[in-house]
């Protein structure tokens, strides 16, 4: 059979291979609607045709005319080899399980015993490019962040991050104060460290200081320092973090957390220059940049007297939001390859990849703890999955369900399911929740489901119910 092409008027392009004429008709009338599909013979140059004109599919009937699978099959395994993220269907008419095993293992995506229903086999086609189409955006992803998508440690190319590369730059040189915003775990002293690193004062001291996470009542010495004796337990001088950013950067992680009166006395260190230790009878000038973060709402706190007016305008100079992971899921592909690499290697273990199943999981979480939580998530497969392959088994049961995913999964199992026994089994789970909240009375359980007391009463006899 020589080549023939049809042109149907959508872009995606397939190859068939078969020695089976009669099932042409077939292909004219399902695939070639949607897809631009050339059918080709067994015994054509297939390698090279496919150099010269590139597709998408393949769907690859093993069938020979003599009964054999040999010649399908060596021709599935080329395929696979000559582009790996091509989509390859296999066909045949044995129900043999050494067949089904045999075409996997050569590579092939999908198996079908025909007769084949061509409208489902279109469905499941268009699923599979959808997929590869994704994944091949994702490897692209990943190479551009080889070749340049991250920054300073921060890592992504989606457009929101683009946007906080170009804002970084621009604020780098400047003594500017800035004030970086954004949720628990998007990675705000990245930033600060980005803007050190990119900026003039790079080889200057950059001290960070969580103040959340210091207690009250050693955070005013902890940033002010203090002399000798100024306090009990002040056995020696000691500089403040402050005092110790002179020349460099001093960066405030959870600044909405500093209690009034330390607020204040930031504020005039801010308008002078100027920190004076506990107990030092003078000040010393200093010379440092400010950078802040927070993820509180400082105009609310502002508003309820939580956070003084006047310091907000005073860090508020230059803000710089940092988008959450929710916003950016373009580049989660690109930090799990990321993490996968960091942490593999510090714990002295082979490269683990994670497969594409997994990695849409993962792109449809909504990620509350955002950059934090997903690479605790990485972190914590590295060590305890014992493959090198992390599958979408391997997740928690918190992220699987949260995802869109796997809704089919868990709706519908993989081996099918009786329709009519599920909508009986809800039913039950109904009747008895309401008959449990109103005692036992069908009339009022039937008002609370919105039901009509006849078929309350219905229901139960057909369930064995009594309330």
Not at 408 to 416: K, Q, S, T, V
Request: proline share 4%.
């Amino acid at each position: 059979m020589a080549a023939s092409s049809i042109f149907p008027h959508v872009a995606p392009r397939i190859i068939v291979i078969t020695a089976d004429e009669a099932l042409i008709p077939s292909l004219e009338e399902s695939l070639v609607s949607v897809f631009h599909t050339t059918v080709l013979n067994p015994s054509e140059p297939v390698l090279a045709i496919l150099a010269e004109t590139p597709v998408e599919a393949a769907l690859v009937d093993l069938d020979a005319g003599d009964g054999s699978t040999h010649l399908g099959l060596d021709i599935v395994q080329q395929l696979r080899g000559f582009d790996p993220t091509l989509v390859v269907f296999a066909l045949t008419r044995s129900r043999s399980k050494l067949i089904r095993t045999n075409t996997q293992a050569a590579g092939a995506n999908e198996f079908f015993i025909a007769p084949v229903d061509f409208s489902q086999l279109q469905v499941v086609l268009q699923h599979a490019l959808e997929k590869r189409r994704r994944a091949i955006d994702r490897r692209e992803l990943q190479e551009k962040a080889a070749s340049g998508h991250s920054f300073c440690g921060l890592i992504g190319g989606s457009e929101p991050m683009r946007r906080l590369y170009d804002a970084i730059g621009r604020v780098a040189d400047g003594s500017a104060t800035v004030l970086v915003r954004g949720e628990s775990g998007t990675g705000k002293e990245l930033v600060a460290q980005a803007i050190v690193a990119s900026g003039n004062r790079r080889d200057k001291p950059f001290i960070s200081v969580n103040c959340a996470a210091l207690p009250e009542s050693l955070i005013e010495a902890e940033l002010f320092g203090h002399e000798r004796g100024s306090f009990t337990g002040a056995h020696e001088s000691r500089a403040g973090h402050i005092e110790a950013a002179n020349g460099g950067t001093l960066f405030l992680d959870e600044i909405g957390t500093l209690g009034l009166s330390l607020q204040s006395k930031l504020l005039r260190v801010l308008e002078q220059r100027i920190v004076q230790r506990i107990g030092a009878k003078s000040g010393k000038k200093i010379d440092f940049r400010l950078v802040c973060a927070t993820n509180e709402d400082l105009e609310t706190a502002v508003k309820a007297g939580r956070f003084r007016e006047d310091l907000y305008y005073r860090i508020n100079v230059v803000p710089i939001s940092l988008p959450p992971l929710r916003e950016r899921k373009d580049d989660i592909a690109l930090l799990v390859d990321h993490f996968l690499k960091f942490y593999s290697e510090a714990n002295s273990l082979p490269l683990k990849r994670m497969d594409m199943e997994a990695l849409g999981v993962l792109e449809d979480h909504p990620w509350p703890g955002n950059v934090r939580e997903l690479e605790n998530l990485v972190q914590r497969l590295v060590l305890m999955v014992p493959h090198s392959t992390i599958t979408i088994e391997h997740l928690p049961q918190q992220v699987l369900y949260a995802s869109n995913t796997t809704q089919e999964a868990l709706l519908i199992p993989e081996d099918g399911l009786s329709f009519d026994e599920e909508i009986a089994r809800i039913e039950v789970a109904y009747l008895q929740a309401a008959l449990r909240r109103t005692g036992g009375r069908k009339t009022a359980a039937a008002i609370l489901l919105r039901m009509e007391r006849q078929k309350m009463k219905y229901l139960c006899r057909k369930y064995g119910l009594n309330g």
